[in-house]
């Protein structure tokens, strides 16, 4: 029975002989679950907060919380809320899914490539308050005072998007991988992170709505507080990416694969925005994030 040249992997080699050199078009997809951690930093910039004392009872209010009051207190001095540490750090766990197109090369095809796209699902930080630490205030009319401080509250998320270009080893001898056999491999590469935000952040405190420049990212209520909007805010990077894990061939085009990759993105940042989002402030951002994505997948080698 004849057959047409395409239905030959390789190429022709005389009397109605193929070799095969190994090359493949690959299709996987896959899915798992994401491990998420980060250092979050203070990136509020200068914002001072007014402070008075009660000095009969020892009392220490911001100027939001005693508001018309305040002359019958003593000031009590400044303190920048920039100079304050979050109170923790990033971490979570998400679901994570991806895709890849690809080609192993001729003659050696334990090598892959492949461009792939990689999605980790919304991934919550919330704090309580945000910020939080030791400041001694300054310019006040009682001096060395110290104040244990807290601002803030936030609700918010983040989601990324990662599109890399990879170079994969399968760890086999030969031009074609053997069959119901655990085949391990190692990959690296480099790709685009895209990270969306969105930041509910809460004046739990009345420090923040001391500031004339709040009110631009939200509306004041009854009680002189400022009620943010919620705000969205897209970070781009560059981000590296590594990859180990085992492939197990179910047939010579379809084989399974359990992998582990590592995606490592510089910063992503959190935003105020205001209503028509054309003003926004630095809030804080996460640092140093590394996605760890635990995936099962299906890979297709034509």
């Known amino acids: 029975m004849a057959h047409a040249n395409w239905e030959y992997p ?12 190994g090359s493949r078009f690959t299709v996987s997809v896959r899915g798992g ?51 304050l540490p979050p109170r923790t750090d990033f971490s979570a766990f998400s679901f994570a899914a991806g895709a890849s197109l690809g080609w192993t090369i001729p003659n050696k095809p334990q090598w892959r490539l492949e461009l792939g796209w990689d999605h980790i699902s919304e991934s919550e930080y919330n704090s309580s308050p945000l910020y939080e630490g030791d400041l001694e205030l300054t310019g006040g009319d009682v001096s060395g005072i110290v104040l244990h401080l807290t601002s803030g509250a936030v609700q918010s998320s983040v989601t990324t998007d990662i599109i890399s270009v990879m170079a994969f080893y399968d760890f086999y001898d030969g031009l074609q991988k053997p069959l119901r056999t655990a085949i391990p491999y190692i990959g690296f590469g480099i790709g685009y992170a895209d ?5 509910n952040l809460a004046d739990l405190y009345g420090d923040l709505s001391e ?15 400022v009620q ?62 590394f996605y760890v994505n635990i995936m099962l997948g299906l890979r297709f080698e034509f």
């Open 211 to 225: 500031s004339i420049d709040m009110g631009n990212f939200g509306e004041m209520d009854d009680y002189g507080v």
């Open 228 to 289: 943010f909007y919620r705000s969205e805010t897209n970070s781009a990077n560059v981000a590296g990416v590594v990859a180990l894990g085992l492939s197990y061939g179910l047939t010579e085009y379809m084989f399974l694969d359990l992998g582990a990759r590592a995606a490592y993105v510089p910063k992503i940042k959190w935003k105020l925005t205001n209503a028509d989002n054309t003003r926004n402030r630095d809030w804080f951002s996460a640092e140093n994030v």
């Open 195 to 199: 990270s969306k935000t969105v930041l």
């Open 10 to 21: 390789g190429y022709y080699v005389g009397e109605g002989a193929y070799t095969d050199d």
């Open 33 to 83: 679950a994401s491990m998420s951690i980060a250092t979050i930093k203070n990136e509020v910039g200068t914002l001072t907060s007014e402070y008075y004392i009660d000095t009969e009872t020892g009392i220490i209010m911001s100027a939001g919380y005693c508001g018309e009051d305040c002359g019958q207190y003593t000031y009590a001095g400044i303190a920048d809320l920039a100079e």
